[in-house]
């Protein structure tokens, strides 16, 4: 059981009422949110500092995602004035990641988090026709059914309980979200902001039937998508089927919360080609493929991240050639993560497979 | 040792020296296996024993990370083989080359030398 506070007001109105008392009281200097940008409902994040402009547009719980606001937060942490940021589960444990890369800090941010239905990929969600979407995708997260416009691997994700919040609020499962306000404080940072702010507080805590129904409808989902990307013969041919319309842009390592190399290896001269070395492989070869290296990249990059993967699908949203790198990835990095019994964003203590050594682990190799 | 100690080994066997087996980077393997070689044998000094002290400890986690990958991908992980060497092993080093060209041999030749995608 948690400290909850309980506002009778819709949740986004009661959220937005805390955040204002906590603006106007100094106690946080602004609030990462996502907010409309104009009357058809298209988002962005933003970074408000004046209440009366929070009000007014900010829209915490809407089902897009610009960009992975762990980048975001990178750039406006570390910060010795407490800001608040509201974020998606998947957001946060990216931003867990990056902070044990030293990619920013938690230190003086509320993070607020809340129960997530996934979201709606960007070129959909971001058109002026989204209203009628939108409406339908709250409608169904009253319930237990994930909506099908969200992304694959929302379908499938079965991490939507933020796992480190300082706030986390019931939204997907809720079937009160319209009527009742609920905000679950999980630190003692929440229960100290939340001191003189006038409401009533109980004991409480999410639903546990409802959240195990939830994962009982992701975990099945996830068996269904991970099929799509499971290769049965000598895996090459289908990675070249699969990669083969890779326009080598880096978009998916540009957009990802862990890719967050200021250069990436592959990027750098490391890997050039130039005219001896094509002309040494047309010795061997009758042609070859250009741009080089696309199979070679995404390779490099799981080796280098996959276990950290939240599996926020941004990477196969920007993909231009419609190829399901998150998909890929997230089923990659689970098998990876499993082996070192690691949980990206679990905890912000639990240091990085590749960081920590062992005398004795994986007996079996070495003979 | 294995070459003063005129053992035989392999002549398949292109070996290329680091100075740890540490250096390794998965990247060096990938390439490996896209330009066509039918496997890579990685070794270290045994468990404690590396000149860097914790060298091989790391390379035996990016090895499995690898080794992962490859099966989570449907691609042949077999192709991959880490073994700890001392530097005074020539026998050792001579067995598990012998062992580990079979077994690539068993697995038959690295389709990516054919392709021209990679
Ligand atoms: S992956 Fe999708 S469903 Fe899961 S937390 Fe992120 S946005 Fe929400
Ligand atoms: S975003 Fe798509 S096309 Fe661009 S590099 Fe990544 S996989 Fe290739
Ligand atoms: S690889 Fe893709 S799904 Fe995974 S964290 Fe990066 S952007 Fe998100
Ligand atoms: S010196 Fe590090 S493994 Fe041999």
């Known amino acids: 059981m948690n400290k909850v506070i309980k506002i009778e007001k819709s949740t986004k109105q009661g959220l937005l009422e805390f955040l204002e008392h906590l603006l106007v009281n100094d106690k946080i200097s602004g609030v990462l949110t996502l907010r409309k940008i104009n009357e058809n409902g298209i988002c962005d994040y933003g970074f408000i500092t004046d209440p009366k402009e929070l009000i007014e547009t900010a829209e915490p719980f809407a089902p897009v995602m610009p960009v992975n606001a762990s980048q975001i937060l990178s750039s406006l942490t570390p910060t010795t004035k407490p800001i608040a940021a509201i974020i998606k589960p998947c957001e946060l444990r990216g931003f867990v990641e990056r902070v044990k890369r030293a990619q920013g800090s938690l230190d003086n941010v509320l993070t607020i988090s809340y129960t997530c239905g996934g979201v709606i990929p960007l070129n959909t969600f971001q058109s002026d026709a989204n209203e009628k979407l939108v409406t339908d995708y709250f409608e169904v997260i009253k319930g237990t059914d994930t909506p099908d416009s969200v992304r694959p691997t929302c379908k499938a994700c079965e991490i939507f309980i933020p796992m480190t919040a300082d706030i986390t609020i019931p939204i997907f499962g809720n079937n009160e979200v319209d009527s009742d306000c609920s905000l679950i404080m999980n630190s003692e940072e929440a229960v100290k902001m939340s001191k003189d702010f006038k409401c009533e507080i109980i004991e409480s805590d999410l639903d546990s039937k409802i959240m195990a129904e939830i994962l009982g409808k992701r975990t099945a989902e996830k068996e269904i998508l991970f099929k799509t990307v499971s290769t049965t013969k000598e895996g090459l041919d289908d990675l070249v089927d699969t990669f083969g319309k890779c326009i080598g842009c880096h978009g998916c390592s540009r957009v990802c919360p862990i890719c967050y190399c200021v250069l990436c290896d592959f990027e750098s001269s490391n890997f050039d080609y130039n005219t001896d070395l094509m002309e040494n492989e047309l010795s061997q070869k009758h042609a070859l493929r250009l741009p080089p290296d696309t199979i070679f990249f995404q390779l490099g990059r799981l080796n280098h991240m996959s276990f950290s993967c939240v599996g926020c699908g941004q990477c196969e949203d920007v993909c231009p050639a419609g190829i399901p790198v998150s998909t890929i990835f997230k089923k990659t990095g689970e098998d990876v993560a499993k082996i070192f019994d690691f949980v990206p964003g679990r905890d912000v203590e639990e240091v990085i497979p590749v960081m920590i050594i062992k005398e004795q682990e994986f007996p079996e190799v070495g003979e | ?118």
């Open chain 2, 1 to 118: 040792m294995a070459g003063t100690g005129r053992l035989e080994y392999p002549t398949s066997i292109m070996a290329l020296r680091v100075l740890c087996s540490s250096r390794i980077d998965p990247v060096f393997l990938l390439k490996a296996y896209l330009k066509g070689a039918d496997g890579v044998l990685i070794g270290g000094c045994h468990p404690g024993d590396c000149h860097y002290e914790t060298g091989n400890y790391y390379t035996r986690r990016r090895f499995m990370i690898l080794k992962t990958i490859f099966d989570s991908l449907g691609l042949k992980s077999e192709r991959f083989r880490l073994s700890w060497i001392s530097a005074s092993e020539g026998v050792k080093f001579a067995k598990v080359a012998n062992e580990f060209t079979e077994t690539i041999n068993n697995i038959g030749p690295n389709d990516t030398k054919n392709n021209m995608f990679l």
